[in-house]
């Protein structure tokens, strides 16, 4: 399966961003998938994971009630939505298929 990021973009603080990861070679139904990111500097850290039916999430503290997490079989892709964005949210954010299959990744830049 191949995996494809897109939606980072530069953003000032307090500022929302969407990202998607949409897949193509195989349907994404059965593979939970997770967002990760990684700074510069910093060590590569889980943001967030939804299991295969969309039942199952999780987040990581840095993020619980900013982001938010979604999945669309039907369409292949998987949502990150960023709301009330940080300096410190900058960085390359991948998704990742069962933690197999990885995009190319995407860059969010929280500046003013």
């Known amino acids: 399966v191949q995996l494809v990021e897109s939606g980072g973009a530069l953003v000032q603080p307090g500022g929302s961003l969407r990202l998607s990861c949409a897949a193509s070679?195989?349907?994404?139904?059965?593979?939970?998938i997770g967002w990760f990111r990684q700074a510069p500097g910093k060590e590569h850290e889980g943001v967030s994971c939804i299991s295969s039916s969309g039942a199952s999430i999780n987040y990581a503290d840095s993020v619980k009630g900013r982001f938010t997490i979604s999945r669309d079989n039907a369409k292949n892709t998987v949502t990150l939505q960023m709301n009330s964005l940080k300096p410190e949210d900058t960085a390359v954010y991948y998704c990742?298929?069962?933690?197999?299959?990885w995009g190319q990744g995407t860059q969010v830049t929280v500046s003013s």
């Open positions: 990742a298929a069962d933690n197999t299959y």
């Open positions: 070679g195989s349907s994404l139904d059965h593979y939970a």
